[in-house]
T-cell receptor
Framework: KAGVTQTPRYLIKTRGQQVTLSCSPISGHRSVSWYQQTPGQGLQFLFEYFSETQRNKGNFPGRFSGRQFSNSRSEMNVSTLELGDSALYLC??????????????FGPGTRLLVL | KNEVEQSPQNLTAQEGEFITINCSYSVGISALHWLQQHPGGGIVSLFMLSSGKKKHGRLIATINIQEKHSSLHITASHPRDSAVYICAVRSGKLIFGQGTELSVKP
């Protein structure tokens, strides 16, 4: 099975722009989660989607949004980019939602640099 | 205080040494994960625990639910084990520790 794929892998934007990142989960996985990783804050949970519905959301401003499509692919969008949004954005998929026995499979990440 | 605390934050070991990384948490959890992240960013899930102990090759993970503590042990460490090891707990969402950067010298 192919792993979790994320596109693009690298991105440079300027302040005020918006960006859309894409994540394709492992075939058959229906839950997709997004995470932000920065040197200062480490890994932080952004949101989780299952069956096209946002099931859980982290403590990020409304500029961060996401969605999931019927084929389980997910996108996240960041509007009005700020310098502090520079980070590695990771997507992870798992077969179901909130299963105690789930393992999350991570994608390679999208490295976003905001200038 | 962070909900998930790891120690140590940095660790340098000689090849062959036995290594222990600790994780303490303060929230109720349904599961605890140990993750490995190599330079370049890719994260691999090593273990998912809800009780007891698991072993995979040279890696052993234990969890004590009553004490809210988990340990990751690496036996006969090797330079290829050099990576950042991250503890994460499932409490609704995943909450991550700050990571332990391990460097194993030949």
């Amino acid at each position: 099975k192919a792993g979790v794929t994320q596109t693009p892998r690298y991105l440079i934007k300027t302040r005020g722009q918006q960006v859309t990142l894409s994540c394709s989960p492992i075939s058959g996985h229906r839950s997709v989660s997004w995470y932000q990783q920065t040197p200062g804050q480490g890994l932080q949970f952004l949101f989780e989607y299952f069956s096209e519905t946002q099931r859980n959301k982290g403590n990020f401003p409304g500029r961060f949004s996401g969605r999931q499509f019927s084929n389980s692919r997910s996108e996240m969008n960041v509007s009005t980019l700020e310098l502090g949004d520079s980070a590695l954005y990771l997507c992870a998929s798992s077969p179901s939602y909130r299963s105690r026995r789930e393992t999350q499979y991570f994608g390679p990440g999208t490295r976003l640099l905001v200038l | 205080k962070n909900e998930v605390e790891q120690s140590p934050q940095n660790l340098t070991a000689q090849e062959g040494e036995f290594i222990t990384i600790n994780c303490s948490y303060s929230v109720g959890i349904s599961a605890l994960h140990w993750l490995q992240q190599h330079p370049g960013g890719g994260i691999v899930s090593l273990f998912m625990l809800s009780s007891g102990k698991k072993k995979h090759g040279r890696l052993i993970a234990t969890i004590n639910i009553q004490e809210k503590h988990s340990s990751l042990h690496i036996t006969a460490s090797h330079p290829r084990d050099s990576a950042v090891y991250i503890c994460a707990v499932r409490s609704g969402k995943l909450i991550f520790g700050q990571g332990t950067e391990l460097s194993v010298k030949p």
